[in-house]
């Protein structure tokens, strides 16, 4: 749960800051390496919290100004409707974070810890 939130707020916080797309990388990379208790944990915990953020921005972006942007995106990418794009934005941000998250446990080289069965 820690890493769910840690990942999100620092997310979610950066991409305030500093828009980059490659935040996404790093920030669960960061909530992995101090929080994740196994590397699977890691991948969902980190991964959820890097797919709310994004889903959360996208949804904000969606449901204001960028509403006719969005909508161009999704007929673009023949999504057809826009708020499959917001479902498509989580997963692109959840596999991402997930796979951060999990690299981050693993760098820190898992302190340690074994994997509970």
């Not at 994740?36 to 949804?59: I, Q, V």
């Not at 692109?92 to 997930?98: I, M, S, Y």
Request: net charge positive.
């Amino acid at each position: 749960m820690l890493s769910i939130l840690l990942a999100f707020i620092l997310l979610y916080g950066i991409q305030l800051l500093h828009p980059a797309w490659w935040w996404v990388f790093l920030a669960p990379a960061v909530a992995g390496a101090i929080t994740a208790r196994s590397g699977w944990s890691g991948f969902f915990e980190c991964g959820l919290g890097a797919g709310l953020a994004w889903g959360l921005a996208a949804t904000l972006q969606m449901t204001g100004d960028g509403s006719i942007i969005s909508g161009r995106i999704a007929t673009m990418l023949q999504v057809g409707n826009p708020w499959l794009l917001v479902l498509l934005t989580f997963a692109v941000a959840f596999l991402c974070g997930g796979f951060a998250g999990m690299a981050g446990y693993y760098l820190t080289g898992g302190r340690g810890k074994k994997e509970k069965r």
